[in-house]
């Protein structure tokens, strides 16, 4: 198991990914499309191109904190297509080795 999880989040409204330290529960990157910075220059918060630009800036944020490798398990009622395999297929795209792990 990888010392670093992804947790993605989307609703209606925002999109929202954190990648977070297993043994300290201490977030090492978040993005959000809620964020001010972010906000002003999306059109859509919750579109395809919002989940390529969370995905871009939080790899990123983490390689500035020097994670480079982290393991995502979707949740019980989420599938791994569409907005959620997006945001993790940008981090892999932007240099961070994501291992999924599908029941």
Not at 22 to 42: E, W, Y
């Amino acid at each position: 198991m990888e010392p670093f999880t992804l947790d993605v989040f989307i609703s209606k409204r925002f999109v929202s990914a954190s990648i977070t330290h297993r043994v300290t529960c201490k977030q090492v990157a978040v993005v959000g499309t809620n964020f001010k910075d972010i906000k002003a220059v999306l059109k859509s918060r919750s579109d395809i191109p919002a989940c390529l630009s969370v995905g871009q800036i939080l790899s990123d944020r983490a390689r500035e904190a020097d994670v480079y490798n982290a393991s995502y398990t979707p949740r019980d009622r989420d599938k791994f297509v569409g907005k959620i395999r997006v945001v993790v297929q940008s981090l892999i795209d932007n240099g961070i080795d994501i291992k999924v792990y599908l029941d």
